[in-house]
């Protein structure tokens, strides 16, 4: 009886461990996997609704870089494949670009993103146009009117951009957004499985130990009831035997008057 409760205690145990492994792995695979498909899903649907402004998430719009004119060696050039991040500027927000700054402008079929080298502005100030070069090329761009100007440049991750593209790409959304949920889901059928397996076999156990106890008691009324049924015969067998020695132990009243 012992062993049994003790593999009673160790098998739920076990049960809670391998729940416990499966609720963090799905925790893991959702913290890394769920904010790319979000995001992902988000910008594929920005791009196709708006072509002249990048798409963006909460104002902010990466974008792959495509080619190497923003080489060089200042601390804010960035190489071919980056994935460079561009804060959305609204009409006011460009009369404040300054030269020197890095802005991306939509020149009505692609996004390009270059530097400032000159501010273009009217007779009252206001900002009109700029003219951009990328630091590797050797002309300039022209003059960019100001309304065609959609973000200022705030950042860029090497080599990270080539990989934005392949997750647009329908492999990518298959590897990203594919695999992720049949990954979840057999963790969830695993984990219902394992759960329902460690109820069965507590179940099973439950019902063992019951079935034992019942049978020991079954043994020990059957015990008690022999013992209840000797007892009469025991005294009966008993009785004439102590008339007998009462008889022989009596003197004869005949005798004792001769």
Known sequence: MKQNNSQQTTQPAKGNRSGLVTT??????????VPILII??????KGSLHDDVPPDIFGVAPLAVASGS???DADDCFDEGALIFVDLLEGEE???LQEGQIVTYYTGEVFVTHRIISVERAEDGRITGFITKGDANNTDDGVVPVGNVVGLCTGSVAGLGDFAL???????????VGIPVVIFIAFDVIRITLERRRQRAASDGSSAELAEKDEEIRRLRAMLG??????PAEEAESAPGSEVAAAEEEPNPEDKSE
């Open 166 to 176: 392949f997750m647009q790409t329908p492999m990518g959304i298959l590897v990203f």
């Open 226 to 231: 022999e013992q209840n049924a000797a007892a």
């Open 70 to 72: 923003m080489s060089g």
């Open 94 to 96: 460009k009369q404040s």
């Open 40 to 45: 992902n899903l988000t910008l594929i649907v």
């Open 24 to 33: 963090i792995v799905l925790i893991v695979l959702a913290v890394l996997f």
